[in-house]
């Protein structure tokens, strides 16, 4: 199938309309899992705070297929307890009021950090596939993050923008 002069255009709009993240099913207090949990809608982040996404996504990938980075690279990624709390906010914006107010666990509330983290620093879907393989929770090696740009285009072209479900 070649494209239109149009589909270029049309691509790029229906991705500037993709405006949030979906998480569906999270259980909470308020929520139970036995009601079917409660859908969120984590919004995209700001320039600044997606270039420091993005940043960080970068970093990990360069750990993880053990390409040499700084000391203070390293430092990165051992956050502290306040910086934690700062990288939840960068993922989940003010979904994260949301979902603390609602009563979600820290698991949780963790698994759906690391799931926005994924969506924005590489591909919505790359995120539902770690999902899916339990990455996320950490009861899976991720094995399969793409190591560059191209590689992450190419991992989500072409595939629809079905909803995984990260937080079970």
Do not use: W
């Not at 999270?26 to 809608?41: A, L, R």
């Amino acid at each position: 199938m070649t494209d239109t002069p149009q589909q270029p255009l049309d691509d790029f709009l229906g991705f500037l309309d993709d405006d949030r993240l979906e998480i569906p099913h999270v259980p909470s207090k308020k929520h139970p899992k036995s009601e079917g949990g409660k859908t969120y809608y984590v919004e995209q982040p700001d320039a600044e705070t997606g270039s420091r996404i993005a940043a960080l996504g970068q970093l990990l990938v360069k750990v993880q297929n053990k390409v040499e980075v700084s000391e203070r690279d390293v430092q990165r990624l051992h956050m502290t307890d306040g910086e934690e709390r700062d990288f939840q906010r960068d993922c989940l914006g003010d979904t994260l009021d949301e979902m603390i107010a609602d009563g979600v666990n820290f698991q949780t509330l963790k698994v759906a950090t690391n799931y926005a983290f994924v969506a924005f620093a590489f591909t919505e879907d790359q995120a539902q596939n770690l999902a899916r393989r339990g990455a996320l929770t950490g009861k899976a090696v991720p094995s399969e993050v793409p190591s560059n740009r191209a590689e992450r285009r190419g991992a989500s072209k072409g595939k629809g923008k079905g909803k995984g479900n990260p937080a079970k």
